[in-house]
């Protein structure tokens, strides 16, 4: 179901953290969810002025996954 789904939802930009402990990988990392952030913030301010939003491919709907 749709509940499952977003309880499972693991946001694109979220990363085990673990995995990365170098410095360019974790500067390409915050860099990217810099990027996220900005068009998050760009579609949010779009949609104050529809008025059906849309929030489909805002990035903290977009599962981090290859199924999306």
Known sequence: T???YML???PLGVFPEELYDEEV???L?????KDLRELTDDIEERN????????????????NSVAI
Do not use: G, M
């Open 48 to 63: 104050k002025k529809l008025e059906l939003p849309y929030t489909y491919l805002d990035p903290k709907n977009v599962d």
């Open 2 to 4: 749709i509940c499952d």
């Open 8 to 10: 499972s939802l693991v």
């Open 29 to 33: 990392i915050e860099e990217f969810r």
């Open 25 to 27: 990988p974790c500067t």
